[in-house]
């Protein structure tokens, strides 16, 4: 997964000129259309729309994304798997007891000499009616050729790396909530824009009406404005239509039922502009939670080098035991003096002669696994950095057109007055004011775009830096 946190602002916010700062507010604090299917808020205020900041579709996303609940899941199976590494430090006792009944004793064979000292039997039955074996036994592995610190390395540095991957899973999801929280605001904006433009041109169509009754317009003027009418009606159901699936999507990945009502309280304003790409290059080698997983994957393949090299060495052990062992006969249980006890303490050493070449393979697999590692963490590092350039590039591409389209809004929004100033004065055709309607709201649908593109560009720079600092131990605050 080439997948590319906060950034630290080189410059400040991007101004913003009387004109755009009120196109901007008043695409944030125009009413919401409600989604079909919502509950509504009735007289007593039982229930109601759900306000929705980014931050806190931040946070829903973040506690009800499924991936990250498997992630969590690998997490603590990955814990487990570390602390089974190290188990075979401690001391092991097992317990082992036997209870037995026979059903027919077993024999001894005695040789034909002996037989007379038997009463002439050349046979005798051994043991008793019952029989019982049991055994408490501890070993403590003393010295393993490093067996044991390797595999508890490998398996430490492979919950280390699960843990990044969980990071790498999070910040995918905040990228994505991001895009659909925009997607929606945009969408919004467009049905706003949509419905001002089809009010414009049904005010055109009425003061039109009333010239061509008085004779002053043309019906070629009034069937035009007829036709504007006609024509922005189309763009504004597809807005509310793409309003309504960006508004599913935006439900989906935070984890709210399909017909919640969402109220978002934040809306496309413009961003910073990125930092230094040296600076962001560093940060994106420190944050990036993907680079950090492979390297300690690495850590993990260099580990399992060790382990399989330690399978050539020998291993001591220390070894006690006590048995309690007994056989009777006539009752379920023995009598007091028909069970004995031992016990027994030594030291056990085994060394790995001949294998079959079995710790020679592994040494060949491991070896390559830890050389395919190196490589795969290169590769990433590579395509992270690429990543990061390419993103902020965007980012300046989208503010150096940010830019434009604020000039764009004025020049539309100047050339709109005076088209209406030229009608009152009887210098200009309802074909012009038409005209200069429709040029004033393209414009702002650009613009809109241009802040949906800057927000989209700034969350996949943050994407492509990384947010994470540190392994995800529990539960981990993310900085955006």
Known sequence: MNLVSSISPRTGRVSLNPALAILIGLLATLPHPPVAGAVQENAGGASGPLPLSLAEARNLALANDEQIQQMTEAVFAAGAEAAGARADRLPRLDLGATWNRSLKKPVMFLPATMAASFGGTTSLEMGGDYELQSALTMTVNLWTAGRLS?????????????????????????????????DVLLAQASVAIAEAAVEAASEALRVTDAAYAEGTTSRFDRLRAEVELANRQAPLIQARNLRDLATLQLRRTCGLAPDSELVLTDGLEAVDGPTALEILLADMKIRSPEL???????????????????????????????????????????????????ATAGLALSWPIFDGFAAKADMGRTGADLRSAQVELERVTKDRELGVRQTRVHLLNALAALEGRRESVTLAEEAHRLALVRLENGLATPLERLDAELALTDARTQLAEVLHNCNIARSALTLAVGTHTAPDTGSQEVQR
């Open 150 to 182: 390797a595999a508890a390395g490998a398996a430490d540095a492979a919950l280390a790396a699960t843990r990044w991957q969980k990071a790498v899973v999070q910040d995918a999801v905040l990228y994505t909530v991001e895009s659909a929280y925009f």
């Open 292 to 342: 950090a997983s492979l390297r300690h994957q690495v850590a993990a393949r260099n580990q399992a080098v060790r382990l399989a090299k330690a399978g050539r060495g020998p291993v001591l052990q220390m070894k006690g035991q006590y048995a309690v062992q007994g056989q009777w006969d006539d009752d379920f249980l023995p009598g007091d003096d028909e069970t004995a006890g031992s």
